[in-house]
């Protein structure tokens, strides 16, 4: 009770999105210390009589049951990096600096604004909010909420709130590593012909990258741009040496038409004749921009989408099959930096468009 008392969330906050990106920003949250925000948000989406809610750790979840044709999610992570002299908020202008501004509070504001202020929307909504989105994945919210309750994540479609400048950035970019490997045999160098030099087997594996040409693919209308690069290289037993061993470490960053499987099937391709070892890899996120809510919603921001490069959670909807992609007013450029701001009129721009596409599909 003493907490609902001090909820700095309060219905003349919830109706602005911009005084409520403000209050967000205020309430410490570096990942881990989620749990007062988490508590806050939780007590507004209680009050709101349209959405049924629940709770896992400190993501919490609340949804419509309208009975529309299609479900949306809505989805923002609540933690932040850590403070960086950049707590609490300060407005210089039309910028609101502080810790999330960008990185995602602004996108936070935007769905707690649609609780308080959209009771009928279109279609059924999901709001996700979730914790722990800046830190090792074992901790993210989402994945977490992904293993334990799949059932929240599924939908139609997902916009997830992260800082994109007010563009719509669709799907996401697959990444792998693997371990190109050669060998070779010892000796001295004193007699080197005696030994085979792995460092040197390594050279035509450099001249492979080096002469590598990256697809760049078209889906849905957004452009992905592959890439294959070297970001690794291990060799040698001592000064006096032949080494027999090297390893070349890549990472292939690629399109979202290829599966892993058929990733990897490339990696080893490229590197045919050498040692191929995987590492590491995920799975990109296609665009999904055919889907009708995704059209809709293209129509709502009146602009067209551009592709992701990078990894984003995205994903973890698109491993569902739910297509998924990211909008929000923050400037990524400044996301995690200490002059982290947004741009008030972005706050107001994505807040309108959010609302023509859900108030009336
Ligand atoms: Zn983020």
Known sequence: MVRHMANPLTPDVLVDPVVLTRTLVDIESVSRNEKVIADYVQDVLKQAPHLTSDRHGNTVMARTDLGREQRVVLAGHLDTVPINNNFPSTVVDDLIYGCGASDMKSGVALALHLVATLPD???????????????????NGLNLVSQEHPEWL??????????????VEAGCQGTLRALIRTSGRRAHTARAWRGVNAIHAAGPVLRRLEDYRPRTVTIDGCTYREGLSAVR????????????????EVNLRFAPDRTEKQALEHVHEVF????VELTDSAAGALPGLNAAPAREFLTAVGAEAAAKLGWTDVARFAALGIPA??????????AHAPDEHVEIGKIRDGAATLHRWLAAP
């Open 121 to 139: 929307p279109g279609y059924d909504i999901t709001f996700l909010f979730y914790e722990a989105e800046e830190i090792d994945s074992q901790y």
């Open 154 to 167: 599924l939908a139609d479609f997902a916009v997830l709130l992260e800082p994109t400048y007010g563009v």
């Open 233 to 248: 290289i291990a060799g040698g037993v001592a000064g006096n040496v032949v080494p027999d061993e090297c390893t070349v």
């Open 272 to 275: 045919k004749g050498f040692d």
């Open 325 to 334: 992609l990211n909008y929000g007013p923050g400037d990524p450029l400044l």
